[in-house]
Structure formats: C-alpha cells, structure tokens
C-alpha cells in the first residue's frame, strides 16, 4: 500500500519521489572512529569517538507552464567529530532554474571544481569510513589546503555565487562564480560582501560507454588557491578504476582508485595518492603554513592510501567500515551504519 | 480519501489544502538589485547585487470536537541581500485560537497596524521588485522610523504579544497589545520582558462591493511611534485603486496607488507618496536620526514613487520586477522570479 | 493524478502514522503563568506572563532486509517562559537501532535515570500546569541540584552520550553512559569532549498486571550526582496511585501521587512531595549554592504539594490548569490549552 500511494500521490517525503513540490530526504549515519591523531592526555579527545551526522534536506520546485523548472534546496544537520556534538540551523539556501539540459543556480552553489566527477570515492560518504575521514583521497586537498574551492555548504551560508551547467548527450559543462568577504573593507559582513577576493571556475565532463573524462579549473583571487584537475574513470561492470591529478598552484598530487563488487551485497574501493613536496620558494612565502586552520590538514608530501568495504543492509541501510593512513603518518580507522530516507 | 491516507501512510503535500495537521508551504525568490547607494568604493558593495529568500513555514492545527481551533506557525528563511547571505534558524511561534469569526493568537502576532488593509502594494512581496525594495511605499513608513509597528516577524522572536480579531459580513476588526524589553531593568534579557516599553493598537475594516475602507491607530510608550493610519482601496474589475494617508506622530504621509491587469498574465502596480518633514521641535529634540539603524532609512521629507510589472508563468511561479524613486533619491531596480510551494 | 490529490488531500505528516521513512509530529502549548517569584519591580518580569512551547519533531526510519531498524530524531521548539520569547535551530541527534525488543542509541540520549517510569507526573507536559512549573514533583529534584542526571535535550546537543534499552514480557531495563566536557582541558570546546566527568546510569522496571516496579542509580563523576531513585506505581481503573523515593547523594526525598478519572474527559492528578535538609557537612564543603543557575531552583527542605486538573477538547487538544507550592514557599498557577499533531 505504501508504495501505491508513493506512484500515485507525490510527496511523501522519501528521497525517490519526482515531481514533488517540498520533498524532504536524507540521511543518518553513526560509528566509532579511531584516530591516532587524538590522545585524551595530549589534546583531551579520546583516539575512539563516536561520529555521527543527521541530515535532513528540503527540496522545493515549481514548474512553469513553459517547461521551466524553479527549485531551491534547503538543509539542516546535526553532526558529532571528536566527541564534540552540534545542532544545527538551516544552511544558505540554493536557487535553480531548469530548462532542458540547462540550469542555472544562485547562493550557495555546487561549484564547478567540487562537482568534477572522477575526485570523490564510490562510498556513501564520498570518503573513507563513516564520515570522509578528512577527504586526504582528493587529489584537491594538498598540504594545509584542503577544500579551497567553491562547494555547496551543509553547514554555513556558503559562496552566495552564481553556476550554469549544461548536460547533453554524455557531456556535462560548468561555470561558477563568487566573491568572498573582503573583511577590510566590510569589516563585520559575513560571507560573500563586495570588493571582495573572487573565485571563478569551469568544469567539463564527458561520458562515452563505460568511461568518463573530467577536467577542472578554478582561477582564484586568493594566494595559492588556482588548481586544474583531471580525471578519467571506467565503469567495467562489476570493477571500477579511476585515476585523478591535479595542479594546486605548483602542489601535484596523484591519485589511484579501484572499487571492486563482490556479489550482491559487498563492496571494496581502495585508493593511493601521491603528493608532491610544497615548492621551497613557496615555504619561504608562507606556504605551508596551516592556514586554513583545519586539524591534521598538514598533511605534507608523500603517499597516502586506503581502504573501505561497504555491505548493503536493504531497505536504504549499509554497514561501512575503511582504514586509511594520510602522508603524515595520521591513521584512522571508522566502522559504522549509514541509513538514507 | 484524506483519512484513509491518514491510516495508510505518512505523507506530506503541498500548499493550498486546508485542515492538514501539519501543512508546509513557503517560496522562493532570487534575483539581481540595482540599488544606486551601494558603490563598491564606497561601502564596499557592488551597486548590483544578488537578492534572494528561501521561506519554509509549518502550520500545525488540531480541532476540538466543539469546533474551536488550535494552530501555531513556525518559519524558517535564509536571505541574501547586498551580497551578504544568511542561513536560519526558525523563528518565534505564533499561536492561535479560532472559533467561527474569532481569532486569538499569543506570541509572535500579527499586529493590528501591519494588518491593515490598503497598506501594502499588491505584488507577491507586498513591495517592490523582487524584495520589497525598502518598502518606502508604505504610509508607516517615514523618515527614520520604519516598520515601528508590531509585526510577525519571520527572523527572529517577534513581539510575545497577545491579539484579537473578529471578522463577520465583511467588517475586521483587530486589536494587539505587546511589551518589549526593557534592558535597564533586566539587561541580558531578550524581548519581551516586563516594565518594559508597551504598544497597543487597534485596526477597523469593512468591505462593502469592491470598495475596502480601513483605519487603524498605535499607541506606544516609545517616542515617536503613536500613528494613524487611513486607507480606501477599490478593486474595479482589471483595474484596483488606492488612496492612503498616515499620520506618524507628527509626520503625515500620503500614498496613491494604482494597478492594472493587461490580459491574463501581466499587471502593473505603480504608486506614488508625498511625506511631510519632520517638525523642526522634533529634530530639536532628536527626531530624524538615524535611530532605527535601517540602511537607507533616512529618506526625509517628499515624494517617493515607482512601478512595478509582474508576469504569471504558471505554476505559481512569476516573473517580477520594479523601480523606485524613494524621497532621497535612492534609485533602485529590481528583477528577476519568484515561486511558491 | 497528482493534480487532484493535491486539491483534496494535501499535506499530512500526523503523528499517529506509523512506518514511515519522515514523521513529522509536536505540539504546541500556551497559556497564563502566575509565579509570585517574578515581580515587575524586582526582578522586571510580571507575576503574570504568557508561558508557551511549540516542538516540531522529525522522526526518520529505515529497515533492514533482516529486520534491523535505523532511527534518527530531531527536534527544533520555540518557547516564551518569564516574558522573554526565544526562536530555536534543530537540537542534537540521537540515533537508533533496534532489532525486537533491543534498542541502542547514541548521541543525544534517552538517559537510564530520565526514563524511570513512576518518576514523572501523569499529565501531557510530565509536570504540573502548562509548562511543568518548575517540575518540583520529581524526586530527583532536590535542593540546588535540578535534572542532574542525563537526558534527552530538545534545546540543545544534549550529552553525547550512548545507552542500550532491553523491554520484553513487561520488563525494561536501560543502561546509559555519557562523558561530559572538561573545559581545563580543552577550552572552548562545547559538551562531550573527553577526559571529562562521565555519568553512566542503569533503570529496570517491571510491569505485573495493574502495577509498576522501577529502580533506577546514576554513578557520575560530578559531585553530589550520584543518585538512586525507586518507584511504585498501580493503575487501577479511573484511580492511579504512586509512590517515589530518591537518594540524591544524601538528600532524601519522597513523593505520593494520585489520580483520578471524572466521567470522560476531565483528569485530576495531585501530589505532595518531602525533602530532607541538606547534611550540614555537605552545606560546610559548598552543598546548597545555586550552583546550576536554573532560577528558582533553591527549594530546600521541606513539603512541596500541587494539583493539577486537565480536559479532553477533542482532536488532540485539551485544557490544562495546575496550582503547587514548592518547598520554599513559591506559588504557581498556570492555565492554558496544549494540542498535539
């Protein structure tokens, strides 16, 4: 009965329903991470926590008598790391436009850069274990640079820039734009005022049979943050095999990937990156430096690698578990359920 | 129907459907704002910004057997505008109590003055363009002191007053009554605490065929806040309107409006204000300030006008846009979409 | 198909659905709170204000191929209590999963102590009036030291805590464990960081036809948390009868409750609690400061007594009033309407 009324009424409020005009979706996910980086005598947080984060996210849409869609996205989430926990208010909100192949979106963006495919792991999460385990898979994510592009935020306001893309035929393109706070100027003014350092990026993608190719560019006003991303990607049924570079304004970085499915239920993705030293002239320049201010992100050079296995529970809910140990010789280890609704 | 889907699954749907239990609706609105007093050398803003809302609101009800009605309303919005986003939280609680003509609501009300018929402009924001360009249309509205009236805030707690309103045969009548904080006595504390500043307002309306008259009067403990306000409206087929006049401690203002349907899709709303100045005593005696800290509030004395073109492209969504002249000569234009849901 | 449901049906989300992946359910509740502890010229508050709570709470599920259930819940609730009105975000988390009678949840926990049946009084709010005024009747309650144990938190992160929950032919038993944050060791992290104070707790309550058996002990790492409390409870038709006692680390307290069911739809509950005095050593090493800060919280010694009278509206609304007096002397009256959706 419930999914009669799922076909016939609209609205529901699973993430599969079309159509709908507030649709709310979702998902929660919580485990145990292990984190050598952590020592209750050193920085007062336990090396085992429990990470958890629910998410529940708000689609709504109208569509014109023309064909052309309008929609926006709204999120709330709670989230615990390092057995600190938060609530959570709603996020910047996301506009689209849709028309065909084309959309155009407004506020807090998906971003060029972040929607290369071909940079995140085939997991749930995106990265390893139950909650990324720090993304050190992207190629994008360098020294104390990580996430130094444009992406939708869960969390925040966001860029409060402004995208197009265009899907057609197996090719999928993508301009962003944004301006971030000039503090200055405006001292005072939250994310996105004027005057401000700008971030302007493109994106192409083009998927022929069982492959895809990506490439990526952001050019932006801040030191160190221009970056050209590549990656192509094969689908050969029950394996996948990927392989990522990018350019972070001098920093290479090198990553293999492999995903493998074992009957109907299991999963494994695996991953090697290799990083390239921060350039000397750069260190002298202040590169290097953790600016960005995001624990263990000085990462340095060298390999990073690891290991994920997923098992599907049915009805919307996997086990998943990885292991991963980053350049600087941080390990972790995460195991725990992951359930979208 | 509705029952046997009560008793079958849990569902949610859409806007226009009345006695749900809980009923979720709102809109979007994004689009770009000319506004001639942002200048990027200046404040730091560029002239042309991004302007935009996300509204999600709840309404909840439940009715006794007898037939009274309980409801409550709860919103959460994220905005942008001079290129500063916000995410949000929800907002204040209204509560109410309904029982055939009667209302009664407690918390975050209304307010008989913002609830007086021929106020507002008749466009989906109740203003300007696509965010109500500084709503100078408004009679309450003069000099520095906008918007010093109780009003439902969609932002933040609102007032925690208590209102009653009764609407029978085409008459309304409403009256509010609220407290606000007075930090002297207990500082720290938010809205809404006692020995605080009280306002009490009353509003009267009757339709009668196409013509509306309605009046309504404030009294506040604050200085500069007692008002009247007046208005008449006609609604003439494709054709509606307006004649308003405020008297704001002092400051009268007058409005005329005028707007049109051309067709089955567009119409056009234009209006036109004549404010007095501020009685030389009372900027003796510090009227005129900028005390309310509204950007651009300080529009003085004389003539504001603008117009305003909306297009329907179905689906409830539109096409909006408008300029305006305000008294000060602050120009702004605005376009762009909005769409309900 | 859409089109029409949408005309009739619209919108659901009630409460009494089970099986659903998003349940959205709450209340709201408001009404008149005399408290001859606020005083306009004292403390700025007015014996009289409006009390008032509105919860939106979004239940989401998932189920295993095998049976295993996945469960999150959220909560947001905007209240005005003492004249001041405050917005709310979403509070923590707390995740589930159960598989026949087991439940384990982690995040923002239940608690053992908090879930002790025959601890709380039996009216729609757990305590008496409209908002529980003060909650003087659980023999938890003692002295300074106010809702000491874990719980779950609707406003805020709650404690990050983990418990398991085991109910089968009448018995429950519950076990609770939660660190909370040592701010020596890490400052300005927010609740749950680790080598902290940690509370772990243990209830087992058993049901044999008309009665209910429970005990309940909290061990923590907090001075004077550590608590026992054991309760008897029979429901004997339209008579309920219950007995309490709590050792709050040396403060006893009793409690005797009763209520009773007139006709179909009015309730009374009453109840008459008696606290011991403070040991004088304890009072010597700094025992009866106020130190939680929750206002009104000095009770001290002594009897405490209150009766509370409820109606059945209908449609999930009822009429509540409560009076009691508190050990120290302070009076509450509170009347007002609660409806659930």
Excluded at 242 to 247: E, G, I, K
Excluded at 286 to 301: P, V, Y
């Amino acid at each position: 009965m419930k999914k009669v009324l799922f076909a016939t009424t609209a609205l529901i409020a699973t993430a599969s329903v079309a159509a709908a005009d507030v649709r709310i979706s979702g998902y929660g996910r919580f485990g145990l991470d292990y984190n050598d980086g952590n020592d209750s005598n050193v920085n007062g947080v336990s090396s085992t926590t429990i990470t958890s984060r629910l998410r529940l996210q708000f689609d709504m849409s109208a569509e014109t008598d023309s064909g052309v869609g309008f929609d926006a996205r709204f999120r709330a989430q709670a989230e615990s790391r390092d057995n600190v926990a938060n609530g959570a208010g709603f996020n910047g909100a996301r506009f689209g436009v849709t028309y065909q192949g084309f959309r155009v979106n407004v506020g807090n963006i998906i971003g060029a850069v972040e929607n290369t495919p071909g940079t995140y792991l085939e997991t749930r999460t995106a990265g390893l274990g139950i909650d990324g385990a720090g993304f050190v898979s992207h190629v994008g994510n360098v020294s104390n640079e990580y996430f130094n592009w444009d992406a939708y935020s869960s969390g925040g306001t966001g860029v409060n820039g402004v995208e197009a893309l265009y899907s057609a035929n197996g090719f999928t393109g993508h301009i962003s734009y944004s301006q971030r706070n000039d503090s200055t100027v405006n001292p005072g003014v939250g994310n996105g005022a004027a005057n401000a350092a700008a971030r302007a990026a493109i994106m192409m993608a083009y998927t022929f049979g069982d492959w895809t190719v990506a490439g990526s560019y952001q050019d932006s006003d801040i030191a160190w943050e221009d970056k050209a991303i590549i990656s192509v990607q094969g689908d050969l049924g029950q394996f996948g095999v990927r392989v990522a570079y990018a350019d972070n304004d001098g920093i290479g970085k090198w990553g293999l990937y492999g995903n493998y499915e074992i009957g109907a239920a299991s999963k494994i993705v695996a991953f090697v990156t290799s990083e390239d030293a921060v350039d000397a002239a750069d260190v002298t320049a202040g590169r290097g430096d953790n600016r960005d201010g995001i624990a263990g992100s000085n990462l340095g050079e060298g390999e990073s690698y690891g290991i994920h296995y997923s098992y599907d529970l049915g009805g919307g809910a996997s086990f998943e578990t990885g292991y991963r140990r980053a350049s600087n010789d941080n390990d972790t280890f995460q195991a725990g359920v992951y359930f979208s609704f």
